[in-house]
């Protein structure tokens, strides 16, 4: 079965996609964030998705249910964005010892949909769109207006194919990072307990943190803990994954070449492979202490606060478009066993 279809969650409304054995629920309201993706066949709930507030808990809380894209990524220190032509003061949504602008504001606002179809018998697709100028509250910080196009492609043997496309509408030049704060199910198979999962991430190197969780722009090699993730034996939860954050490198997935992470529930075999575009040059790994019933391995097309460090551009990720210009990346999720 494909069809792509109007529904309301809550009294909200949403679009639902089907193709093969994948089902999905967009919210186009809640930064157009993908709330619920779903396996039928092999018994997997992908995200983190509250049966009983499908859309409130997501709503209320963006960064931790369903698949958040986030611009600008990640943490700005005192909410300086240092740009090629412009310094912007953003407002400090992270306060305490942190002091830090996090997660900028898309992911909270509402998306237009431009168009859904049914491809084929086998794939439907959804294209929306985030208009960002004047209009917005946040331009009083942040003066450049751009427009961010979001397609999605549920596909019933590829799964999930997100492509983003931002376009500079303005006359400055447009800082150009994202990342997806995505917090995967801790126990995604049907029926199964937590303990039973581990991740895979192809990690380099790892980047020091200091306290207010800030790039000290030292690297550092990796030890024991770190090679977990490149051996695909770090737990998904039980243990705190906090901010673990490196650059990323080429992983491989049944002995071919695969550019992504995944997540393997061990006595099953099943999977949840999360294929990025190389646009995403590292890994920020999160669970949320563990303890919450999800886990989330963030691709990240900039380090933390990338534009505010001294090193080098082709080291941090920094990007920038310029005026009249336009910048793709792309993201594919999807299941195996």
């Not at 066949?41 to 009983?52: Q, T």
């Amino acid at each position: 079965m494909t069809a792509v279809e109007e529904i309301q969650l809550e009294g909200y409304p949403c679009i639902k996609l089907t193709a093969g054995a994948y089902e999905a629920i967009l919210a186009p309201g809640i930064g157009n964030n993908m709330i619920r993706l779903r396996d039928n066949k092999k018994g997997i709930e992908i995200f983190r998705y509250d049966e009983e507030h499908p859309y409130t808990a997501p709503m209320n809380s963006p960064e931790v249910y369903g698949y958040p894209f986030l611009y600008l990524p990640n943490r700005l220190r005192d909410g300086i964005l240092k740009v090629s032509d412009a310094t912007y003061h953003l407002p400090i949504n992270e306060d305490n010892h942190y002091n830090n602008a996090i997660h900028g504001f898309v992911q909270k606002r509402p998306y237009t949909v431009v168009s859904k179809e049914v491809i084929n018998d086998d794939a439907v697709k959804v294209v929306s769109e985030f208009v960002y100028d004047e209009k917005d509250p946040y331009y009083a910080y942040f003066p450049v207006a751009f427009t961010l196009q979001m397609t999605y492609t549920l596909s019933a043997n590829d799964g999930l194919l997100q492509e983003i496309t931002m376009q500079n509408d303005s006359d400055k030049m447009l800082p150009c990072g994202f990342c997806s704060h995505t917090p995967f199910n801790a126990a995604f198979v049907d029926g199964t307990k937590e303990g039973d999962y581990v991740l895979n991430v192809p990690i380099l190197e790892r980047w020091e943190l200091n306290h207010r969780c800030l790039p000290t722009e030292h690297v550092l090699k990796l030890t024991e803990y770190d090679e977990n993730y490149n051996r695909g034996t770090q737990p998904c939860t039980g243990v705190n994954l906090d901010n673990d954050i490196y650059t990323a490198k080429m992983n491989t997935l049944d002995g071919e070449a695969f550019y992504g992470a995944y997540a393997t529930h061990t006595p099953t075999g099943k999977k949840i492979c999360y294929e990025v575009s190389e646009d995403y040059r590292f890994w920020c790994v999160w669970n949320d202490r563990g303890i919450n019933g999800y886990f989330c391995p963030e691709p990240c097309t900039w380090m933390i606060d990338a534009p505010n460090l001294s090193m080098p551009n082709e080291r941090t990720g920094y990007a920038e478009i310029a005026p009249d210009e336009t910048y793709a990346c792309w993201q594919h999720i999807f299941t195996k066993e």
